[in-house]
């Protein structure tokens, strides 16, 4: 077959080594957790990265060979080197996919991607959510109906501080009556950018067959599907007439 999907899982891994609740639920960790399905996808490779290795997992090396980066952060977003978040920020304007899960509304490299403070409402009360998709047509939405329901949750509510997406493809419903825009497109430079919001530490949600079929969809529709450079060269009088 093609070339498979190089696929990056980067989490904090902090909840999992300090609290039991979170270890009940993923004792692998998170990363583990999804990695573990995605391993099973004929189309992909995956490797996983964690806040407490050198460079955070996410050396050049790694960076460059990643076709598609997920991200899930909470505890400890003003942990992250700035020059790793620059390193990703840089491939992710050359063409790399960056899929952020849950929390990482609040991380560095997406409040740098959108330039806003990417605040938002929450409740922490294990309510149910219902995901409704109101972009059918749209690659990320492939194999969904047009709900499904998370039984518990955190609660996040509008208003979310971000851009404009270029495409909502699911919206939240919750229990408590807030609504949420769940579920985002983006494009910086050439690559594509997907929030996505379910997925707090201490519920199953990355076990949940809806989430990870949209995490799937996602990473395939977030492939590069080109290089661009994002230096800014100065170019000579007629410079194309000596190719």
Not at 32 to 55: F, N
Not at 118 to 142: D, F, M, N, S, Y
Request: charged share 20%.
């Amino acid at each position: 077959m093609a070339n498979k999907i190089a696929v990056t899982v980067w989490n904090e891994g902090l909840h999992e080594k300090k609290h039991a609740e979170v270890v009940k639920v993923y004792p692998q960790g998170i990363h583990a957790a999804i990695a573990s399905h995605l391993g099973t996808q004929a189309d992909m490779t995956v490797r996983t990265a964690t806040l407490d290795q050198p460079e955070h997992g996410l050396t050049e090396a790694v960076v460059n060979e990643t076709d598609v980066m997920l991200w899930w952060g909470h505890m400890a977003h003003d942990q992250v080197d700035d020059k790793v978040v620059e390193r990703v920020h840089r491939r992710v304007l050359e063409g790399m996919g960056l899929i952020l899960l849950h929390s990482a509304h609040f991380s560095k490299i997406f409040r740098k991607l959108m330039g806003t403070t990417c605040q938002l409402k929450w409740r922490e009360v294990g309510e149910q959510e219902v995901l409704w998709v109101t972009a059918p047509a749209h690659p990320i939405a492939k194999g969904i109906d047009d709900h499904f329901i998370i039984d518990r949750e955190e609660m996040y509510g509008e208003h979310f501080d971000i851009p404009e997406p270029l495409q909502t493809v699911f919206i939240s419903s919750f229990a408590g009556g807030e609504v949420f825009r769940s579920g985002c497109t983006f494009q910086r430079g050439a690559g594509k950018i997907f929030y996505f919001r379910p997925g707090h530490e201490t519920y199953p949600t990355f076990f949940h067959p809806q989430v990870l079929q949209v995490i799937g969809n996602a990473i395939r529709w977030a492939v590069p599907t080109g290089h661009m450079a994002v230096d800014c060269p100065c170019k000579p009088m007629g410079w194309w007439k000596q190719k």
